[in-house]
């Protein structure tokens, strides 16, 4: 439909799953904000040591909850060297004598090999007598260390136990409740990325606004989990404010310790060069640190320098890079197992296989694919889908397909919901549903996504030519007729004589090839017959047909006629259509009486952009007297709809206190919304406040990203400022602003690796 254009974690005993969870944030170089927590740190290293000294003399009395907490001490630095094998047998006497806490950190350990080689069938194991266990250990309430394991086994469906998100997050809520500040984190995490509930950001960012502090009074103890945990919620911009020297204030001490997790997590930020200088030689330090203590990560990461030649070896060495994938994999690290089945996709093209070898490389492939999908790693569960659908190494299986780009799907895998989405509306191994259809590419195209999703970028210009042909029907532009259709009841056309919505359904039907052969021509003459029925949406289809010349001839007073006979009875489409031809002049005289007239109806009837040119006209007093508290609620109720002009005005009176109180902070939202929806205003507005620190974190990187996009837009003002600002930034600093462009930019494509 014509746009209306006329106006302006844990706590230490989940720690390593959380950490496994964790993405590698950008870190800053300036130094850090004084040496308070470091010099605190220091004063309690005394305190720690003798600490660690009477528990190991209790464990050493069988004791196998002190055992177990031993066990993390060694692990994480505390009081002692870590000693990841003295680690792991404390946590093996801890289990060995029922303690379900101690049962699921060896299952944990045995998954990761931590202190000792991985073997996920012992893993499972240990997390099936925990399953056992830890149910009485949480009776009450009174154990949230207990209640946040046996949630983390229901999240991944380990122990035996189905894998339930909404289960999950029930017992992460009661541990919360009872005090416990890792599982509020976990909440923060399943709100915001809508796992196990319905995706909920403003809900999410309150948690962790409410955790941080938790975390960071538990950090200045020396808890090295928190600690962590602080450190990436800072690095995130999740809780509302990005801040990459405070990150690296709380994980950095921790990493120089020997915490295996946070010397990963530094070699990550050096590697990308986000917030510092890129620096490779620091990266392959941080990573051969953590690599070194077995982590699966750094193992994962040092494959991808080496895959892509930045390991200081010279040229990419990808037979190294998919031997660090492989030992990664084996470790129980769900992204290398991917990788891994990555890099033998690609090894198929090598045309120099013969079709035995083929055969072996498709059979390991799915095998990779398989592991990873079953360890929840949605490029891995995408994969296998795509396996199954195609029969591609496995035989076909149209079930299986479906129920593998759901769960990546649920994981937010936009190729996965671009691929639903195509499947619900072909029917193809699961009941036709058009509505279901367009449900996933509402989900694709969400505004609130991450910035990091590396999938999105290549999906989201598919998924809006996917809206628009269901929105349109390929003609049939009234909003909700898409989810309306269902399948027809027979093959034959319908009599001449039946109601005009059954003969509009069934020009619908030819024009998709919904359980019919398609034909386009045909579909034309059955929207006429509906149309001289009277039924306005089949008129409201053949006045946009007219306006552009689609399908028959070109005809704006044609157009016009049958706009107002479909505006006339209620069509809302139609009314704001009509609006705008009116007050345009185009095909009948200017009269923006009419105009306003024909907009109340459209608003009325839940048109946004209705809604917006009827604010318009209210606050400039066209087509009758100004109403300006009129006009901001239409612009709210517009803008609550996601209309891009609307959201950009609100986000200027809201900066501006015009009619709207002063709130910078929704102000900002309102123009982010209205930025990714490509509005070139709301993407100068919302960099301008990026530069100035309004309503967000003062960001010059960010700013830049969203100039560029302005600029490409068209925005004048915009390419000047891009200009006068490159300069002030580094190179590193333009680099990671086109990386981050390129998730919704196209046209400045960056090379991207297999690390996650």
């Known amino acids: 439909m014509r746009a209306a254009f006329l106006f302006r974690v844990v706590s230490q005993i989940g720690l390593a799953l959380f950490l496994f969870n964790s993405h590698a944030q950008q870190a800053d170089n300036k130094p850090t904000r004084g040496d308070g927590l470091a010099a605190k740190l220091k004063a309690i290293e005394p305190k720690l040591k003798t600490t660690f000294a009477e528990l190991t003399e209790k464990a050493e009395g069988g004791d196998p909850a002190v055992q177990q907490r031993v066990s993390q001490l060694l692990e994480y630095g505390q009081g002692v060297a870590v000693d990841l094998e003295g680690s792991f047998g404390g946590a093996k006497k801890s289990a060995q004598a029922g303690f379900g806490l101690g049962q699921f950190r060896l299952g944990l350990m045995y998954r990761y090999g931590t202190g000792t080689e991985p073997d996920e069938k012992k893993s499972n194991e240990w997390f099936a007598k925990a399953a056992k266990s830890l149910p009485a250990m949480v009776k009450d309430d009174k154990n949230p260390a207990a209640m946040r394991a046996l949630g983390l086994l229901h999240y991944r469906g380990w122990g035996g136990l189905e894998m339930d998100k909404t289960a999950a997050l029930k017992i992460f809520e009661h541990a919360a409740k009872a005090g416990d500040p890792f599982s509020i984190s976990e909440m923060a995490d399943q709100y915001w990325d809508g796992l196990g509930a319905r995706r909920d950001r403003d809900r999410a960012r309150k948690l962790y606004r409410e955790v941080l502090p938790k975390l960071m009074t538990l950090g200045e103890d020396g808890n090295v989990a928190a600690m962590f945990l602080a450190g990436n919620i800072w690095a995130s911009q999740r809780h509302g404010r990005r801040d990459y020297v405070e990150a690296l204030r709380w994980q950095r001490p921790i990493a120089e310790q020997g915490f295996a997790e ?55 060495n990808p037979e190294k890079a998919i031997e660090h994938y492989r030992r990664a994999a084996e470790r129980g690290n769900p992204v290398s197992q991917n990788n891994v089945g990555l890099r033998l996709k690609l090894r198929l093209k090598n045309e120099g296989d013969t079709e035995e070898e083929k055969a072996a490389i498709l059979k390991e492939r799915f095998q990779w694919h398989r592991r990873a999908a079953e360890n929840d790693n949605a490029r891995g569960q995408f994969e296998l889908a795509g396996m199954y659908d195609a029969g591609e190494g496995i035989e076909s299986n149209l079930a299986l397909a479906v129920k593998w780009y759901k769960r990546a799907a649920e994981n937010d895998n936009s190729g996965a919901q671009l691929e639903l989405s195509k499947i619900y509306n072909e029917g193809r191994g699961v009941p036709h549903d058009n509505r279901v259809s367009l449900q996933w590419l509402a989900r694709l195209t969400e505004f609130n996504r991450d910035e990091d999703n590396q999938s999105f970028a290549n999906d989201h210009q598919a998924a809006k030519e996917a809206l628009e042909r269901h929105s349109t029907i390929a ?94 009875q209620g069509h809302a489409a139609a009314a704001n259509q009509l609006g705008v031809k009116l007050l345009l002049g185009e095909s009948a005289a200017r009269d923006a009486v009419m105009a306003r007239k024909y907009f109340t109806r459209a608003a009325e009837g839940g048109h946004a952009d209705g809604m917006f040119n009827l604010a318009v006209q209210l606050a400039t007093g066209k087509g009758g007297p100004a109403d300006e508290a009129s006009a901001v609620k239409w612009y709210q109720r517009a803008a609550q709809l996601g209309q891009p002009q609307a959201l950009n005005e609100m986000g200027v009176r809201l900066l501006t206190g015009q009619g709207v109180p002063k709130n910078t902070e929704t102000a900002a939202r309102s123009f982010r919304l209205a930025a990714w929806q490509g509005h070139a205003d709301a993407q100068f507005n919302f960099a301008g406040l990026c530069r100035a620190g309004q309503g967000v974190d003062a960001d010059e990187v960010e700013a830049f990203v969203w100039l560029c996009q302005a600029a490409l837009s068209g925005h004048e003002v915009a390419a000047g400022q891009l200009s006068a600002l490159s300069p002030q930034l580094t190179p590193a600093q333009r680099q990671g602003a086109i990386g981050k462009a390129n998730t919704w930019l196209p046209q400045l494509h960056v090379q991207r690796g297999d690390n996650q």
């Open 262 to 316: 946070a010397q990963f997590i530094l070699g990550a930020r050096y590697s990308k060069g986000h917030g510092v200088e890129l620096n490779d030689p620091l990266a392959m330090e941080w990573y051969r640190k953590a690599a070194a203590q077995g982590n699966s990560g750094a193992i994962n990461n040092i494959g991808w320098m080496l895959g892509y030649g930045r390991a200081g070896d010279g040229a990419p």
């Open 475 to 568: 003609g049939f532009l009234h909003e909700g007729w898409p989810a309306r259709l269902g399948k027809p009841e027979g093959a034959g056309a319908p009599p001449e004589d039946a109601p005009p919505a059954t003969l509009f359904q069934h020009a619908a039907h030819l024009t998709f090839g919904f359980g019919i052969e398609q034909n386009q021509k045909e579909a034309l003459r059955w929207v006429q017959r509906a149309a001289d029925r009277g039924l306005a949406d089949a008129q409201y289809v053949l006045a946009i047909r007219h306006e552009q010349g689609r399908g028959m001839a070109l005809n704006d007073k044609k157009s016009f006629e049958l706009y107002q006979q479909a505006a006339d």
